[in-house]
């Protein structure tokens, strides 16, 4: 029944490691998108794939790798993890390349020990 | 990265009350869209405007798209206590080209006593 589903939800890991979170959605849409919010609840945009191609790519350091096997799923690696990289991190999708609104999941919260 | 200005910040209410929150920019918007976001999940869609001076309803809510394009408010009526979160707007600007990049605001968190 989730329309966007990420996993996992809460990911607690050490310093310097590598770790990825997963994104599906069944809405059929055509754009995902991978949003970061920081503790003071700032929502900013990462990166977005259409139909498989990177169309936003938001000076995010190269640490950080988006995968989008097809257009239903859009994972999110992140190389050599850092204190900075604590925060939520949230998918979204939507129909289209127009002014459709997204539709994001519960998120993902991050934890670097 | 750009941010929307969103006001305000927070507000502590009484059951009942209504609420009016708004969000401006300096930059000419192509959709205003209303959020809200419960603790531990993510954003949910309230009310999308598509047009400016378009006012739309959702129950107790109801928003508006600014004439200047500029800018747009929530209003909510007869609050609940279940209306706590925080509240976000988000737009697409018009000079944001065929990449459909959203632009959220600073979020107005709403407490409600009951």
């Known amino acids: 029944d989730t329309a966007v589903s990420q996993t996992p939800k809460y990911l607690v890991t050490q310093m310097g490691n590598d770790k990825s979170i997963k994104c599906e959605q069944n809405?059929?849409?055509?754009?995902m998108y991978w949003y970061k919010q920081d503790s003071k609840k700032f929502l900013k945009i990462m990166f977005s794939?259409?139909?498989?191609?990177?169309?936003i790519n938001e000076t995010v350091p190269n640490r950080f790798s988006p995968k989008s096997p097809d257009k239903a799923h859009l994972n999110l690696h992140i190389n050599s993890l850092e204190l900075g990289d604590s925060a939520v991190y949230f998918c979204?999708?939507?129909?289209?390349?127009?002014?459709?609104?997204?539709?994001f999941g519960d998120g993902t919260r991050l934890s670097i020990l | 990265g750009q941010q929307l200005n969103q006001s305000p910040q927070s507000m502590f209410i009484q059951e009942g009350e209504d609420v009016s929150m708004n969000c401006t920019s300096s930059?000419?918007?192509?959709?205003w869209l209303w959020y809200k976001q419960d603790p531990g999940e993510g954003p949910v869609l309230l009310i999308a405007?598509?047009?400016?001076?378009e006012l739309t309803s959702n129950g107790r809510l109801t928003a508006q798209f600014g004439i200047t394009r500029k800018d747009s408010f929530l209003n909510i009526s007869a609050s609940i206590p279940s209306d706590v979160g925080i509240y976000f707007c988000?737009?697409?600007?018009?000079?944001?080209?065929?990449?459909?990049?959203?632009?959220f605001g600073t979020g107005t968190l709403l407490a409600v006593q009951p």
């Open positions: 979204a999708s939507t129909r289209g390349r127009g002014n459709q609104p997204q539709h």
């Open positions: 809405l059929g849409h055509d754009t």
């Open positions: 794939y259409n139909n498989k191609e990177l169309i």
């Open positions: 930059s000419i918007f192509n959709t």
């Open positions: 405007l598509y047009k400016a001076g």
């Open positions: 988000a737009g697409h600007p018009v000079r944001g080209g065929a990449t459909n990049k959203l632009i």
